[in-house]
């Protein structure tokens, strides 16, 4: 069985760091393009980063480019998003997600990705 844990959210100041990370299991990995998406309250998923399956490609929203980065440890089964310089506006619930998407790319089109995680909560205030 397929599944996603997010971890490593929470209280942070704004201009501190976080670094979440995916844990999967149930599947090969580099079988899968991996998407980090953010929801908050009455909005829609909103794409974030995303990595290829060979890790090769990623893909950043502007609002985040230059603060955030996106890596993936095939080995450990594990997928990080490392977020600097955080923003009260980066406050959301973060998923990771997973997608059958051709080897040498990734999108953040949240309906291209079949698997879920639970989410893991960042606020972002002082």
């Known amino acids: 069985q397929l599944q996603l844990v997010e971890s490593g959210g929470g209280l942070v100041q704004p201009g501190g760091s976080l670094r979440l990370a995916c844990a999967v299991s149930g599947f090969t990995l580099d079988d899968y393009a991996i998407g980090w998406f953010r929801q908050t309250p009455g909005k829609d998923h909103e794409g974030v980063s995303c990595?290829?399956?060979?890790?090769?490609?990623?893909k950043y929203a502007d609002s985040v480019k230059g603060r955030f980065t996106i890596s993936r440890d095939n080995v450990k089964n594990t997928i990080y998003l490392q977020m600097n310089s955080l923003k009260p506006e980066d406050t959301a619930t973060y998923y990771c997600?997973?997608?059958?998407?051709?080897?040498?790319?990734?999108?953040?089109?949240?309906?291209?990705?079949?698997?879920w995680g639970q989410g893991t909560q960042v606020t972002v205030s002082s």
């Open positions: 990595i290829s399956r060979s890790g090769g490609f990623t």
């Open positions: 997600a997973a997608g059958l998407i051709p080897q040498n790319m990734c999108v953040m089109r949240p309906w291209e990705y079949d698997d």
